[in-house]
């Protein structure tokens, strides 16, 4: 609503401005006017040289190149005097209103077109710029291939079929089969959805016009629809061709939601893309590829048949996909021979594909940094701890007493990591303060899990635990740095009871637990009773306090192997996997 009005007075002001500019104009190139006695004055001493007749408006010109302008009561009689004085004379059709008004509308055009020409043109960033807002093909050597795509190859050989279609598309439409209009692909942000959609125009070779979504809202009222439509203008003329809409959840988001106030537009955007998507046919052989990585908030109406009827869902890549990844973005960097990628992808779950790239580039500028020839593990174990919690606080002032507890704290998860069965292996622990982080155990799971056994939950609880009771049993000593760890295994122990219906006491029932928004603050609440709530809240308690009980007695029995792996962390700061085996190989063949 709001942007109908403000558009609607923009042009008003807009017509005003062009009238006045009008007028200024005409006032502006009007001649200097001379009264008629003083022509006909000028006439008898044969001052003029020549007229320019319009109806009985004259325009002369004198004998100093002065132009002017005046009005003749009477022309009949005029004329042969100007004849007899030898004055040049020509003659027009006087102007009528109708004309008149023929110039000022042109005017006004004129005036208008400059308007359209300037918002149509206008990006977000540069309102000056005079670029198109949907770009045509990709640049040379932007062109992506499948080969560019590495690790998510279900979702690629899904797309194969796509490229199919664009490059043979008489085949299809001779057997009358339908080709398929849109293709959804939904994933989380990075996982190389539009680099897929690059792909696939890449390896059909057909154009490739792309927009985002956020680019159709956000402007004047209509011009999100009409740019859908010129979007699709445009594409027809260069079918084959792939459209790519980026973010199409923010057009395509639920229709009468009420989320903000240009919904109304985003409305009429949606409703012509809609209208567009169903408008060509398939012989038109568009392809429309939206990327969203919040499938959830779309109208129902864009998945109906016809349009995105064809939805790929991408997902993070798993280890193997993170070093087929690695490897395609490690082509364009020089790598030392020993580098390791499947170790690098072990130590870093949940990295997208743009994550990885932005890994590797890391690497390079770390490895250029220090005047190296070829990038090497260090170089990446550097880039991926910059990534992953910020810079190196090196010189971050934590005094000795400080650093101790953090060495025996950390020394108290690894521990318990490394003594207890079903854990995942343990990557690196360190006392190097990162980001807001004092310390860290990082441990990295063999393979990817999608099921996990209540022993490895529990194990998880007591590894989180084990930091505090370390501290406990050497300094008998709370620290607040232990407050995430507790936190993370309250929640660990919450999740296990209410989600996973892991507890025996309470048995395999799901308890829904809804976050409600309330003043900024996140509020828990659960859809169960009262008297649950206490069962529940009871049985984490029993959980934790079971999990640190033998917790600690694990810790007291190997108490010697705290101090020892504390003070080792004390020296060297880090302690990797393969030390971590040697320290453990001589703390068991000595007890
Ligand atoms: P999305 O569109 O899903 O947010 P992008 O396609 O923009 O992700 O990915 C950003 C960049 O990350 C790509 O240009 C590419 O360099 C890298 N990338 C992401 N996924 C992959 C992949 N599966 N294989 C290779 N590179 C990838
Ligand atoms: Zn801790």
Sequence with gaps: MK?????????????????????????????????????????????????HLLGNEIRGTDLYDREFATYAPDIKTLLPQLEAKGVTISADKPATLFDRLLRMALFIMVMIGIWYIFTHSQSKKNPFSKTNQFQLRSPPGEMKTFADVAGIDEAREELREVVDFLQNHEKYNSLGGRIPKGVLLQGPPGTGKTLLARAIAGEASVPFFSMGGAD?????????????????????????????????DAIGGRRGGSNGGSHEEREQTLNALLVEMDGFSTTETIIVIGATNRPDVLDP???????????????????????????????????????????????????????????????????????????????????????????????AAINEQE?????????????????????????????????????????????????????????????????????????NHLSTGASNDIAAATDFATRLVCEWGMSSLLGSTVYRRQQHQFLGDIEIKGQYSETTAREIDLEVRRIIDSCYTETEKLLRSNNKLIHELAELLLINETIDAEEMDIIMQCYLNRS
């Design 3 to 51: 942007n109908n009005v403000q558009s609607g007075l923009l042009m008003i002001l807009l017509t005003l401005l062009a009238v006045l500019g009008y007028n200024v104009w005409l006032w502006e190139t009007a001649l200097p006017q001379r009264s008629y006695t003083d022509f006909m004055e000028d006439l008898q001493n044969d001052q003029l040289t020549s007229v």
């Design 216 to 248: 159709f809202v956000e402007m004047f009222a209509g011009v999100g629809a009409s740019r859908v439509r010129e979007l699709f203008d445009s594409a027809k003329k260069s079918a084959p061709c792939i459209i790519f809409i980026d973010e199409i």
């Design 301 to 395: 109406a864009l998945l109906r048949p016809g349009r995105f009827d064809r939805q790929v869902t991408i997902s993070l890549p798993n280890l193997h996909g993170r070093i087929r990844i690695l490897e395609v973005h490690s082509r364009q960097i020089t790598i030392s021979s020993a580098l390791n990628l499947a170790i690098i992808a072990q130590g870093i779950p949940g990295f997208s594909g743009a994550d990885l790239a932005n890994l590797v580039n890391e690497a390079a500028l770390t490895a250029a940094r220090k005047e190296k020839l070829a990038v090497e593990m260090i170089d990446f174990e550097e880039a991926k701890d910059k990534i992953l919690m910020g810079l190196e606080r090196k010189n």
């Design 403 to 475: 650093r101790r507890l953090i060495a025996y704290h950390e020394a108290g998860h690894a521990i318990v990591a490394r003594l207890l069965p079903e854990t995942d292996q343990l990557h690196k622990i360190s006392i190097i303060p990162r980001g807001s982080a004092l310390g860290l155990t990082q441990q990295v799971p063999v393979e990817e899990r999608y099921t996990y056994s209540l022993e490895y939950l529990l194990n998880r609880i007591k590894i989180l635990l084990g930091g505090r009771i370390a501290e406990k049993i050497v300094f």
